[in-house]
């Protein structure tokens, strides 16, 4: 069963509110419908049902919720807010900058954070539930050859051209002399402040990241949210208390203890970033170059190479392979590819790696990377050899799909469910409701 995903960040359908279905202790609200009803709008037409289909995977997510507290489920705030840095990190690179976003919904990125804590934690519990209900379900070739047999030739879907790519990137480190630089300014700073200058305006004069047109502020956040060194360094404060010069993978921070919040500080911080030049990305570059040709000459893999020295956390843990964020697989239609991407393998053949290329991340980094193209495919109609994977995983999809199914049925008649008779109508929420212990 499709999860509809909660924060959409959309901006709100406007419309009078009211409780459209209860489950259990928890009530379903029409402008819970209505949001995802216009967000689905804006993507494009709906069925016509398709008020129908967002209630009942709500009725869906509340019967898990249900279920998750009688047996106990955890979400961490840890958990809560890397998933929540994570969206707000995507959405900024959507708009270009923190700034544009916040100008754009009217409120600041804290305010932002702290209007979806719950809806992320009840995302999650969901996850976590529905992983615990399904387990480690599998699907055999069996029954992927199966799958693939029931659906009529003449309804295949045709399959556009497909690359998977690696890539190995390197961002410029600070060499000794620029790290002295930025934390001789950094000292200057600090006594600055101890001689009773504004924090705030520091901040905003010198800071090198986004919390600087708000002062420094990082809001109220768990020791989970911060790198160790900040964290080591910020919860040791005390409401009021100014840190000493704290070093960590970003640059050297000043930090300031505002309030304790239970397990949450509320900080502020200034950063004072190592200046990195061209003469800096010159030299990312001749080490791509060393290392390329050391691949080139087979004494080290692209994977290996990719898990040892790129920059990019995330592709480094797959051999380097870019994951669509779209899918969450590996492959990527031409028209999916962002233009750097795909200028950069438009010439490759299969197996073959890139000259050292400049890269730009969307933070604005500037670095350069090497890219392989790992595989390519032709347009065809969808065929069980050339599209295997992507079979099972529809096969997956079904089987576990079906299993969902089952379980809401059966805990639907374990649980009181009322649904406004404004849904009089909806096939599927009438047999819910035919199903619920009322």
Same mark, same amino acid.
């Given at each position: 069963?499709?999860?509809?995903?909660?924060?959409?960040?959309? &901006?709100?359908?406007?419309?009078?509110?009211?409780?459209?279905?209860?489950?259990?202790?928890?009530?379903i609200?029409?402008?819970?419908?209505?949001?995802?009803?216009?967000?689905?709008?804006q993507?494009?037409?709906?069925?016509?049902?398709? !008020?129908c289909? /967002?209630?009942?995977?709500? $009725?869906?997510?509340?019967?898990?919720? $249900?279920?998750?507290?009688?047996?106990?489920?955890?979400?961490?705030?840890g958990?809560?807010?890397?998933?929540?840095?994570?969206?707000? !990190?995507?959405?900024?690179?959507?708009?270009?900058?923190?700034?544009?976003?916040?100008?754009?919904? *009217?409120?600041?990125?804290?305010?932002?954070?702290?209007?979806?804590q719950?809806?992320v934690?009840? &995302?999650?519990l969901?996850?976590? +539930? !529905? *992983?615990?209900?399904?387990?480690?379900?599998?699907?055999?070739?069996?029954?992927?050859?199966?799958?693939?047999?029931?659906?009529?030739?003449?309804?295949?879907?045709? /399959?556009?051209?497909?690359?998977?790519?690696?890539?190995?990137?390197?961002?410029?480190?600070a060499?000794?002399?620029?790290?002295?630089?930025?934390y001789?300014?950094?000292v200057?700073?600090?006594?600055?402040?101890r001689?009773g200058?504004?924090?705030?305006?520091?901040?905003e004069?010198?800071?090198?990241?986004?919390?600087?047109d708000?002062?420094?502020?990082?809001g109220?956040?768990?020791?989970?949210?911060?790198?160790?060194e900040?964290?080591?360094?910020a919860?040791?404060?005390?409401?009021?208390?100014?840190s000493? $010069?704290?070093?960590?993978?970003?640059?050297?921070?000043?930090?300031?203890?505002?309030?304790?919040?239970?397990?949450?500080?509320?900080?502020r911080? /200034?950063?004072?970033?190592?200046?990195?030049?061209?003469?800096?990305?010159?030299?990312?570059?001749?080490?791509?170059?060393?290392i390329?040709?050391? /691949? +080139?000459?087979?004494?080290?893999?692209f994977?290996?190479?990719?898990?040892?020295?790129?920059?990019?956390?995330?592709?480094?843990?797959?051999c *380097?392979i870019?994951?669509?964020?779209?899918?969450?697989?590996?492959r990527?239609?031409?028209s999916?590819l962002?233009?750097?991407?795909?200028?950069?393998?438009?010439?490759?053949?299969?197996?073959?790696i890139?000259?050292?290329?400049?890269?730009?991340?969307?933070d604005?980094?500037?670095?350069?990377?090497?890219?392989?193209?790992?595989d390519?495919?032709?347009?065809?109609v969808?065929?069980?050899?050339d599209?295997?994977?992507?079979?099972?995983?529809?096969?997956?999809?079904?089987?576990?799909?079906?299993?969902?199914?089952?379980?809401?049925?059966?805990?639907?008649?374990?649980?009181?469910?009322?649904?406004?008779?404004?849904?009089? *109508?909806?096939?599927?929420?009438?047999e819910?409701?035919?199903k619920?212990?009322?």
């Open positions: 069963m499709t999860c509809l995903l909660l924060m959409p960040l959309i &901006m709100q359908a406007q419309t009078v509110d009211k409780i459209v279905a209860q489950v259990g202790d928890k009530i609200l029409m402008s819970e419908v209505e949001s995802y009803y216009y967000e689905a709008l993507q494009g037409e709906v069925p016509e049902d398709y !008020r289909y /967002i209630l009942q995977e709500l $009725i869906s997510q509340k019967l898990m919720l $249900i279920q998750a507290q009688k047996d106990s489920v955890e979400v961490t705030d958990e809560v807010e890397d998933n929540i840095n994570n969206r707000i !990190r995507y959405f900024e690179s959507l708009f270009g900058s923190q700034e544009k976003m916040e100008e754009f919904y *009217g409120k600041s990125i804290q305010e932002i954070k702290e209007e979806f719950d809806d934690r009840n &995302m999650l969901v996850e976590k +539930m !529905r *992983g615990n209900i399904l387990g480690t379900m599998s699907v055999s070739p069996n029954e992927v050859k199966s799958f693939y047999n029931t659906i009529p030739q003449d309804s295949l879907p045709y /399959i556009n051209a497909e690359v998977e790519y690696a890539q190995l990137l390197l961002i410029p480190k060499n000794a002399e620029q790290k002295k630089i930025a001789d300014k950094a200057d700073i600090l006594k600055r402040l001689a200058e504004d924090f705030c305006l520091l901040a004069l010198y800071s090198k990241d986004g919390s600087k708000n002062c420094g502020d990082l109220c956040q768990t020791r989970e949210t911060f790198v160790t900040f964290s080591a360094a919860f040791k404060l005390q409401p009021g208390e100014i000493e $010069i704290v070093e960590t993978q970003f640059g050297y921070h000043i930090i300031k203890m505002e309030s304790r919040q239970g397990d949450k500080a509320c900080l911080h /200034i950063l004072i970033m190592p200046p990195v030049t061209n003469l800096n990305l010159v030299a990312a570059g001749k080490q791509m170059d060393s390329r040709a050391e /691949i +080139m000459a087979g004494n080290i893999s994977c290996d190479a990719a898990k040892k020295f790129s920059d990019d956390a995330e592709t480094a843990k797959t *380097g870019v994951l669509n964020p779209q899918t969450g697989g590996s990527f239609e031409i999916e962002a233009p750097d991407d795909y200028y950069s393998i438009e010439n490759l053949k299969e197996g073959e890139s000259q050292v290329l400049p890269y730009t991340s969307a604005g980094k500037k670095g350069v990377r090497i890219i392989m193209l790992n390519q495919s032709q347009p065809h969808m065929n069980l050899k599209d295997y994977a992507r079979l099972q995983q529809f096969t997956q999809n079904k089987k576990e799909q079906e299993a969902m199914i089952e379980w809401i049925k059966s805990k639907a008649e374990r649980e009181y469910i009322r649904i406004d008779e404004s849904y009089t *109508g909806c096939s599927t929420l009438e819910m409701m035919n619920a212990g009322n």
